[in-house]
């Protein structure tokens, strides 16, 4: 009885205070993502550009009692810009909806060249230190002789 009543102390203070301690749940953030459909077009045509993920915080280690967002706020300010050759055109505006989202349809412009571009949406986050660039990865123009061609880039506004 006496070995019995030791084993149990024994292993009550071995896993005991594991049990007892407060560990706080973790949650997983995931970086802002970007895409552009299709990835090839020509000079003039119409892509819709999404992004998913854009939120302006990242409380990845939550605590009980802590009502917090996962991602904080949705970012409030946010710029797609095609860049070929160290050159940047704007082409969209705007804001994260409440789902950390937001989708735009923006026209190429006929003064990019045929080859490749990237598209790079930049997140301005307050209090940050400075604006967090987020490649869509490699996109191609074809050689087409552009479909629409405007004299100025017009900058399309999206979000809530």
């Known amino acids: 009885m006496v070995r019995r009543l030791a084993v149990v102390l024994v292993v009550v203070g071995a896993f005991g205070p594991v049990g007892l301690g407060a560990v706080p749940a973790g949650a997983s953030c995931v970086g802002p993502r970007v895409t552009v459909v299709p990835a090839e077009f020509a000079r003039g045509d119409r892509v819709t550009i999404s992004g998913q993920f854009w939120g302006d915080a990242c409380n990845d280690m939550r605590f009980p009692g802590q009502n917090d967002p996962v991602l904080g706020d949705p970012v409030a300010k946010i710029t797609t810009n095609f860049v070929q050759g160290g050159i940047r055109i704007p082409v969209a505006r705007g804001a994260a909806d409440k789902r950390y989202e937001f989708e735009v349809l923006v026209r190429v ?35 087409a002789v552009p479909t629409h061609v405007a004299r100025k880039v017009k900058v399309v506004n999206f979000g809530p």
């Open 109 to 143: 412009p006929a003064s990019l060249a045929p080859g490749s571009v990237d598209l790079m949406a930049t997140g301005h986050f307050l209090g940050n230190d400075g604006d967090n660039d987020v490649p869509a990865g490699r996109l191609r123009i074809t050689d």
